[in-house]
């Protein structure tokens, strides 16, 4: 289950908030040798390391090859525990595993947020972005501000990925463009954390004072390639959350034209699925009007066979591109930048500039 190593800290690469990045010694083990790699710790959940520890490390993502997380994580630094927190909070997060971490959630007694939380009875037509990838994220905030420069931001993560939100350097990177962080469900690290979606659009709302909320989950989608089994439904339950509550949800399309895999060419099947199938409310689907010439035809198509229920618009896609070239962070989508797949890219920023056109014509 777990690929337990002990290893010595070489040396701190560095660090962004919430994780310090090390150089680490992993040891021998019988049949096996030693090897050099990256190491990864949570500086709350473990302290920080310094060159010299020795750490207890978990190495299934170097075992697998693993990109996105491929890191070796830091489980302890035995030697040199971290002084004990003290505090309100008893939310617990990767519950019954031996790294769960207790947190303070908007929703729970000891709160400060409980009552605004509690009062709150609807969303008042606060748009919700809802994305399948955490890396739709950057291009959906660039086309809200390119649009409304002035729109205040949330960003909900849900948990089909990461749990921590410290792990997403674009959080980092983009955290004075974001007026707030709530992380949903078993994820934990963000501003703000929340028992579900439903309390987390809530909060972003009313703790936050967000104008439009983004929802996605954060990085690592899990996909198996069969019709339901990928961690992009949750997108479909997300736009439910957010009818339900009286806010206005946003179906950002998943369209590319550089994947391989035909599955997620043109329209992705996570886009079908999550939209077409899971999602019982209808939502605004947002169209780019700039689609590639040799798969117009086919994402046309594809749109035709979503459910009556939701509303597609046209987005004028004008200036996106730039907006997207200004962010802090480098635009990425499993290694492809947006000069081989612009349309993903663009789909995300029009559903961030459609959301902007919504709140700005809010009652």
């Given at each position: 289950?777990?690929?337990?190593?002990?290893?010595?800290?070489?040396?701190v690469?560095?660090?962004?908030?919430?994780?310090?990045?090390?150089?680490?010694?992993?040891?021998?083990?019988?049949?096996?040798?030693?090897?050099?790699?990256?190491g990864?710790?949570?500086?709350?959940?473990?302290?920080?390391?310094?060159?010299g520890?020795?750490?207890?490390?978990?190495c299934?993502?170097?075992?697998?090859?693993?990109?996105?997380?491929g890191?070796?994580?830091?489980?302890?630094?035995?030697?040199?525990?971290?002084?004990?927190?003290?505090?309100?909070?008893?939310?617990?997060?990767?519950?019954?595993?031996?790294?769960?971490?207790?947190?303070l959630?908007v929703?729970?007694d000891?709160?400060?947020?409980?009552?605004?939380?509690?009062?709150?009875?609807?969303?008042?037509g606060?748009?919700?972005?809802v994305?399948?990838?955490h890396?739709?994220?950057?291009?959906?905030?660039?086309?809200v501000h390119?649009?409304?420069?002035?729109?205040?931001?949330?960003?909900?993560?849900?948990?089909?990925?990461?749990?921590?939100?410290?792990?997403?350097r674009?959080?980092?990177?983009l955290?004075?463009r974001?007026?707030?962080?709530?992380?949903?469900?078993?994820c934990?690290?963000g501003d703000?954390?929340a028992?579900?979606v439903?309390?987390?659009?809530?909060?972003?709302?009313?703790?936050?004072?967000?104008d439009?909320?983004?929802v996605?989950?954060?990085?690592?989608?899990l996909?198996?390639?069969?019709?339901?089994g990928f961690?992009?439904?949750?997108?479909?339950?997300?736009?439910?959350?957010?009818?339900?509550?009286?806010?206005?949800?946003?179906?950002?399309?998943r369209?590319?034209?550089g994947?391989?895999?035909?599955?997620?060419r043109g329209?992705?099947?996570?886009?079908?699925?999550?939209?077409?199938k899971v999602?019982?409310?209808g939502?605004?689907?947002?169209?780019?009007?700039?689609?590639?010439?040799d798969?117009?035809?086919?994402?046309?198509?594809q749109?035709?066979?979503?459910?009556?229920r939701?509303?597609?618009?046209?987005?004028?896609?004008?200036?996106?591109?730039?907006?997207?070239?200004?962010l802090?962070?480098?635009?990425?989508?499993?290694?492809?930048?947006?000069?081989?797949d612009?349309?993903?890219?663009?789909?995300?920023?029009?559903?961030?500039?459609?959301?902007?056109?919504?709140?700005?014509h809010?009652?």
């Amino acid at each position: 289950m777990i690929r337990w190593r002990y290893g010595t800290v070489t040396g701190v690469r560095g660090g962004w908030r919430g994780c310090t990045e090390l150089d680490v010694d992993v040891e021998a083990r019988e049949g096996e040798d030693g090897f050099s790699c990256r190491g990864l710790a949570y500086d709350e959940l473990v302290g920080v390391p310094e060159a010299g520890d020795r750490v207890l490390l978990n190495c299934n993502a170097i075992a697998k090859g693993l990109g996105t997380g491929g890191y070796a994580l830091v489980v302890a630094v035995p030697d040199r525990l971290p002084a004990d927190v003290e505090g309100p909070g008893h939310i617990v997060k990767a519950r019954y595993t031996p790294m769960q971490a207790m947190r303070l959630a908007v929703d729970e007694d000891d709160s400060p947020y409980r009552a605004a939380v509690e009062g709150c009875e609807d969303l008042g037509g606060m748009p919700v972005v809802v994305a399948d990838l955490h890396s739709a994220l950057a291009p959906v905030l660039a086309g809200v501000h390119a649009t409304a420069p002035g729109a205040k931001v949330a960003y909900v993560m849900t948990d089909g990925g990461s749990l921590p939100a410290w792990f997403s350097r674009q959080l980092d990177q983009l955290s004075d463009r974001l007026c707030t962080v709530v992380t949903a469900g078993q994820c934990f690290g963000g501003d703000l954390e929340a028992t579900n979606v439903h309390n987390a659009l809530i909060a972003a709302r009313v703790v936050g004072g967000a104008d439009i909320a983004i929802v996605a989950q954060g990085p690592g989608n899990l996909g198996t390639g069969t019709v339901w089994g990928f961690s992009g439904t949750a997108a479909g339950e997300a736009v439910n959350a957010a009818a339900v509550l009286g806010g206005r949800p946003v179906a950002s399309l998943r369209i590319s034209e550089g994947d391989a895999r035909e599955r997620h060419r043109g329209v992705s099947h996570h886009s079908m699925t999550a939209y077409g199938k899971v999602a019982l409310a209808g939502a605004d689907v947002p169209v780019p009007d700039e689609l590639p010439a040799d798969l117009e035809p086919k994402i046309r198509t594809q749109l035709a066979e979503l459910p009556e229920r939701h509303r597609q618009v046209t987005v004028d896609c004008s200036g996106l591109a730039e907006a997207m070239l200004d962010l802090p962070v480098k635009l990425s989508t499993m290694g492809r930048g947006l000069d081989r797949d612009r349309v993903y890219f663009v789909a995300a920023a029009a559903a961030g500039r459609h959301a902007a056109h919504i709140a700005a014509h809010r009652d």
